[in-house]
T-cell receptor, first 113, second 114 residues
Framework: EPEVTQTPSHQVTQMGQEVILRCVPI?????FYWYRQILGQKVEFLVS????????KSEIFDDQFSVERPDGSNFTLKIRSTKLEDSAMYFC???????????FGPGTRLTVL | GDSVTQMEGPVTLSEEAFLTINCTYT??????LFWYVQYPGEGLQLLLK?????DKGSNKGFEATYRKETTSFHLEKGSVQVSDSAVYFC?????????????FGQGTILTVHP
């Protein structure tokens, strides 16, 4: 059964450093998403991506964040200069259409020291 | 804006007990509704969904009915198992111009004891 994969599973970084979180969505899906979950809090939407551009983003997704689909399979989230409050679990998801169910990856736990 | 509210947790039950996790929502238009489950150390998995009023989603013995009049999508299971221990999230997709954005509730931790 096809699945969404994410690497790394855990990333530790120093405050102010850049991090890139990687995702491989399901191959025939057209919509891609990033969500985050701060420990003990709800899952929050960050951004949706379709047709090689951002289709929607939340207020969390400020200029420090960017997304890219550098090739036909990967989908990345970059945080330019990490802050302590960026520590969270980051989930990638994909769906065939915007109205369909989303399939989630296992997440990357980001720890900013 | 759109929002989802779940019952406060955690919920602790004995095996074979009846489970209800309440979920209510606020949204404009006609959202699709979902229940996702997160087992320890894993990502979110879709448990069930409903896309219009009075639809009933079901999977693995779990059920939820889309009630537009009460804006609710409560999750039920008649007889829980230890393996159902997980975190359960109610979510909505508002549709329209939302481009698939999911809005989640705060999650409910379920622990089932033998």
């Amino acid at each position: 059964e096809p699945e969404v994969t994410q690497t790394p599973s855990h990333q530790v970084t120093q405050m102010g450093q850049e991090v890139i979180l990687r995702c491989v969505p399901i191959s025939n899906h057209l919509y891609f998403y990033w969500y985050r979950q701060i420990l003990g809090q709800k899952v929050e939407f960050l951004v949706s991506f379709y047709n090689n551009e951002i289709s929607e983003k939340s207020e969390i997704f400020d200029d420090q964040f960017s997304v890219e689909r550098p090739d036909g399979s990967n989908f990345t989230l970059k945080i330019r200069s990490t802050k302590l409050e960026d520590s969270a679990m980051y989930f990638c998801a994909s769906s065939l259409l915007a109205k369909n169910e989303q399939f989630f990856g296992p997440g990357t736990r980001l720890t900013v020291l | 804006g759109d929002s989802v509210t779940q019952m406060e947790g955690p919920v602790t039950l004995s095996e074979e007990a009846f489970l209800t996790i309440n979920c209510t929502y606020t949204a404009t238009g006609y959202p699709s509704l979902f229940w996702y489950v997160q087992y320890p150390g894993e990502g979110l998995q879709l448990l069930l969904k409903a896309t219009k009023a009075d639809d009933k989603g079901s999977n693995k013995g779990f059920e939820a009915t889309y009630r537009k009049e009460t804006t609710s999508f409560h999750l039920e299971k008649g007889s829980v198992q230890v393996s159902d221990s997980a975190v359960y999230f109610c979510a909505l997709n508002a549709g329209g111009t939302s481009y698939g954005k999911l809005t989640f509730g705060q999650g409910t931790i379920l622990t089932v004891h033998p």
